[in-house]
């Protein structure tokens, strides 16, 4: 597909729109338009951060691949975000380059994962909300390093979608539809995705029975009689994507 038909069929499906969840399910098809395998929001932790699952807003990447990323405590090896963080343009970079071309070294124990994972090249975007939040949207996958034609169509799809993305999530906070703690969100969030107590607990480096504490306050919170119900509403109330 030619540039300018690509970008116009993913800008007019980002505009239409009208819930995190859809807007996020464009940025899957413009991963797969640009032959990448997985996509990635995160929302900006605290500096003392140490688990990037806390900082997952949505992504297709596999759970073990989190889990395994976190048992190892890699955020704070990550050479990338400091990079990122200083600019407004999409950074992109591949394993297979070396140091001196990618600009950073990557820690053995982090290229390992990532090679095992088949997350070879990325590519990854600051985006700064109107009201001070702060988000990366990140792209990886096997295929060559971008041109700078495909990273320049990339991040103004990318801009788009965050524009109409947090005109939706910022509508959400001033109805006031935002009721649940952070923590109580997270496991609403994995529940969502399918995953049971037990799993959420590894993800997040809690106990059942914290994980179930959690979602039972949700669950009253919300005024809802099971999770079924829970992830349904909060789905409709856009407090998840």
Known sequence: MITLERQSILNSEISTADSPGEIFAAMKRVAHEFGFRHVTLFAAGSPDEILVSRMIVETTLPSAYIQEFDRR?????????????????????????????RGFAIPSAMEELQRRYKLITSVAMALN?????RFLLRFDGTRSRLTQVELNEIGM????????????????????AGPLSSRE???VRWTAQG????EIGRILSLSD????????????KLDCV????????????????
């Not at 179930?212 to 669950?219: D, P």
Request: proline share 3%.
């Open 209 to 220: 029975h914290t994980v179930n504490a959690y979602m039972t306050n949700a669950i009253k």
């Open 73 to 101: 405590r890699l955020l704070r090896l990550c050479p990338v975000a400091p990079i990122i963080s200083k600019s407004v343009l999409p950074y992109c970079w591949s394993l297979d380059e070396s140091e001196n071309v």
């Open 226 to 241: 099971n999770r079924t119900q829970l992830v349904a509403k909060a789905l409709r109330l856009r407090l998840i994507m």
């Open 129 to 133: 909300s109107i009201d001070g939040d």
């Open 185 to 187: 969100l997270e496991v």
């Open 157 to 176: 799809i990318v801009l788009h979608a965050f524009d109409v993305f947090d005109k939706i999530r910022r509508s959400a906070k001033t109805a006031g």
């Open 195 to 198: 995953k049971t107590s037990a």
